[in-house]
């Protein structure tokens, strides 16, 4: 009993330790938004800022079209994860019913994709989206970002669909009901939860990418959210901090309210699998 509740106690702690050192930078980072360039110059920081100013966000806003990159940003992650959903639940649905070698193959291949760096492809990506002439736009960044959610959607969905009892498939096919009436009217709407999780997901890695909108996107009007962040470092690397930190920080609003609602549905969808008829 001592060893179970030293071992529960070791977990706490570690799980302590890692949570405060995910919350530093993000703690950091809001203090920062809101310290007055006195603050930000002095040699002994601290922790919160001693006279809070909005005058970094309103900095922030005056050198850079901060609206106009999260409205660029917005309409490639919600694309993406609209797009890569709707992809991946019906390949999902083929991938976890039917285990043949093309299935094994295309799960091998989720699995190897996960591995490439981007910079193997980014060559690959730019000669096919210069033939289709799609390089600086936000259509061809949806493409890339599509191709790049996919295989850790197929992963998160097919674990979702081999959760569903074959039994309901095998009762709506006694009642006529054909493969795509099933998929749509009683497998769908089992997985809505791992569906909203899953294009969560795919919604934040878009939200935050930042290599392969830097590289596609060259004009100023058509660049997303991270990439507008970088301008506000100098010639030399030299960082307008104040405004920077404030910019940030807004920036990465979205992803936190978009994780909380990912933990809601995960642990709906959880709780839900968990109750037997």
Do not use: C
């Not at 570690?14 to 360039?37: D, E, I, R």
């Not at 990159?69 to 890569?84: E, P």
């Not at 996960?114 to 390089?135: S, T, W």
């Amino acid at each position: 009993m001592r060893t179970s509740r030293r071992a529960r106690a070791g977990q706490y702690a570690a799980l302590l330790a890692y949570l405060v050192f995910l919350a530093f930078p993000f703690l950091w980072l809001v203090s920062t938004a809101f310290k007055p360039p006195r603050e930000l110059a002095s040699l002994h920081p601290t922790w919160l800022p001693r006279d809070p100013t909005l005058d970094n966000f309103r900095q922030a806003f005056d050198e850079q079209p901060l609206l106009r990159a999260a409205a660029n940003s917005l309409v490639a992650a919600v694309g993406a994860a609209l797009i890569a959903v709707l992809i991946a639940t019906p390949m999902a649905y083929v991938m976890a019913r039917h285990r043949t070698r093309l299935a094994k193959a295309a799960t091998g291949w989720v699995v190897v994709s996960q591995a490439f760096p981007f910079v193997l492809v980014i060559i690959p990506l730019f000669l096919v989206l210069k033939n289709l002439r799609l390089i600086d736009s936000v259509g061809g960044l949806v493409m890339v970002y599509v191709v790049w959610a996919l295989p850790f959607a197929l992963w998160m969905l097919v674990g979702y669909v081999r959760a569903v009892p074959a039994e309901l498939e095998e009762a709506a096919a006694v009642d006529g009901a054909g493969r795509l009436r099933t998929l749509v009217s009683i497998i769908a709407p089992l997985l809505a939860p791992g569906i909203v999780a899953t294009g969560l997901f795919a919604f934040i890695s878009a939200w935050n990418e930042f290599f392969f909108a830097l590289v596609l996107l060259k004009t100023p009007e058509k660049q997303t959210l991270p990439v507008v962040l970088t301008h506000f470092l100098g010639a030399e690397g030299v960082a307008d901090l104040g405004p920077l930190a404030a910019a940030a920080f807004l920036a990465t609003l979205p992803s936190l309210v978009v994780f909380a609602l990912i933990q809601k549905r995960i642990t709906g969808g959880m709780l839900a699998g968990a109750v037997k008829s």
